[in-house]
């Protein structure tokens, strides 16, 4: 029998502490309603009494979300629990999360204070906040540098005073994984009154090993995790949710199971991007753009004949339609045949050999192998096929200047002139294009690379664009960066506009 691991989402508390990320009342509606459809248990939607903003927001994602627990953050002060209580009054099911530092380093340098005075505050602000809600989770701040007696003694307090939950963070990212796993299995063998609480895991990735220590902890007794989406947070982040979920759904056998609907981790992963302007780092585990994608030649052969000869999760299990085969030198023929096949050229054995032959010769050159290259190395220009190309391209803008694009477009052979402003020169020429083309599609993806060093860099362009509820790529590469953006999003266009 699988036994319940509780989600406890911080992106829109410790996740937005990141400088830079800082989100509107509307925007972390939008992140908190995803939140509730990809299966998070417990939202913690703030700290409120940190500015008015926090406060409105917690009142508005309160309202906005059903079914998961919503929580705010306070510090083992009075007036934090008060303000929190009332940000709280619209929720449907709520919780305080209030705690304080255990360490001997907090205790000492960063309270001036004494173990027995600090064990006396944390019963005092679990007593304060058990006024306003049955559910108070207590936060041992910096656990991981705690010492286990002393922690237990914290710990079994709290519960007496009436915790739910009890957090054991592990604040600074210091405790190895055995270590931290220790720390929960002497809490669950010695804290008197342990049965009553759900402990809880908080881990920081300073030495990158957050998800390490937080699925060690799970497996010596923890029964929630305090994660964020795409492990963002302070420093070098918190323990990421789509690993941890990944990583229960792959290892059934460890009888650990969560609510996550894991088709909807990869659409969370590129809103709280997105709205956070925080890139996705490419060999990011899960939801990372290399995530899925194979360059080698044994690893192409092996994936493309059995999927579970290199990869572990189906592609599909995070939301995405398939991986990714990348063609580079290292890739054998498979590969190219199936590339190939994907752009529905079929060849003979003997031409495929030198085509292929061909394209190591090109791969060699290149960093990066595109359709076109691909299309021309068989005989078949790509472009010269495509049904819309751009026939001329004009950009005005400057300092002082609002940017105006004229773009000419060749439509079947018919030419169609239009004209734009917008907020950059690539916004005003994508608005001329789409002033032409007359449909409804959103840019989701908007990627550019350099290629080389140096102000003459090719810049390449990698564009998905939605239409009709489905994804097409475009790809184009050019020194003028607001040309291949362009050309990236005709190319899209073509893929659905034939």
């Known amino acids: 029998m699988q036994e319940k691991l509780f989600i406890f989402d911080t992106t829109l508390r410790d996740g937005e502490q990141v400088p830079g990320c800082q989100l509107n009342t509307v925007e972390k509606i939008q992140v908190a309603e995803a939140l509730e459809e990809l299966g998070v248990d417990i939202i913690e939607a703030g700290f409120p009494v940190s500015s008015p903003g926090d406060f409105n927001s ?55 204070s004494s173990r027995e005075e600090i064990l006396e505050r944390a019963v005092a602000a679990t007593r304060y906040a058990k006024k306003y809600v049955e559910d108070v989770e207590f936060y041992c701040e910096d656990a991981g540098r705690t010492d ?10 709290v519960i007496r005073a009436g915790a739910t939950v009890v957090n054991i963070p592990d604040t600074t990212g210091y405790c190895l994984p055995d270590e931290y796993a220790a720390k929960i299995r002497y809490l669950a063998e010695h804290v008197d009154g342990i049965h009553k609480a759900i ?10 090993m957050a998800t390490a220590n937080t699925v060690q902890g799970v497996l010596n007794g923890a029964r929630q995790v305090e994660v964020t989406i ?45 709205l956070m302007n925080m890139p996705v780092q490419p060999n990011k585990a899960i939801v990372g753009r290399n995530a ?13 004949k059995n999927r579970e000869s290199y990869e572990i999760i189906d592609p599909k299990d995070i939301g995405l339609d398939d991986n990714a085969i990348v063609l580079t030198a290292r890739s054998g023929r498979a590969a190219l045949k199936h590339h190939l096949n994907l752009l529905g050229v079929k060849l003979e054995s003997g031409k495929l050999d030198k085509v292929y032959e061909d394209f190591l010769r090109l791969a060699d050159r290149k960093k990066d192998i595109r359709d ?11 472009t010269s096929s495509q049904r819309i190309k751009l026939q001329y391209l004009q950009v005005t803008s400057g300092i002082g200047l609002q940017p105006v694009a004229s773009v000419c477009l060749d439509i079947a052979g018919e030419k169609f002139e239009a004209a734009a402003s917008g907020n950059g020169p690539v916004d005003a020429a994508i608005k001329a294009v789409k002033s032409i083309i007359h449909r409804q599609m959103t840019i ?3 990627l550019i690379q350099a290629i ?17 509820g489905n994804i097409y790529y475009g790809f184009s590469a050019n020194t003028d960066i607001i040309a291949a953006s362009v050309e990236a999003f005709v190319d899209a266009i073509n893929k659905f506009a034939n």
């Not at 759904?249 to 709280?272: C, M, P, Q």
């Not at 076109?372 to 790509?382: A, R």
């Not at 390449?460 to 939605?466: A, I």
């Open 58 to 112: 917690v009142i508005e994602i309160s309202k906005a979300v059903t079914w998961p627990v919503i929580c705010t953050l306070t510090r083992a002060v009075e007036k934090d629990i008060d303000v929190a209580a009332e940000s709280l009054q619209s929720a449907r099911r709520k919780r305080i999360h209030t705690g304080i530092g255990t360490s001997d380093c907090h205790i000492r340098y960063k309270f001036n």
């Open 148 to 157: 286990n007696e002393y922690l237990s003694q914290v710990v079994e307090a």
């Open 199 to 208: 402990i809880s895991t908080h881990c920081h990735n300073d030495l990158g």
């Open 230 to 274: 795409n492990g963002i947070g302070e420093r070098a982040g918190n323990t990421s949710l789509e690993e941890v979920a990944m990583i229960f759904k792959s290892h059934r056998a460890l009888g650990i199971d969560t609510n996550i609907n894991t088709t909807k981790i990869y659409g969370i992963s590129r809103i709280v991007s997105s």
């Open 292 to 304: 899925f994608a194979h360059s080698s030649g044994i690893h192409q052969d092996g994936v493309l």
């Open 372 to 382: 076109d290259d691909i299309l021309l190395l068989v005989g078949k220009d790509h």
């Open 444 to 446: 989701q993806e908007f």
């Open 452 to 468: 080389n060093k140096g102000s003459d860099d090719i810049g390449k362009v990698h564009m998905q664009v939605e239409y009709e």
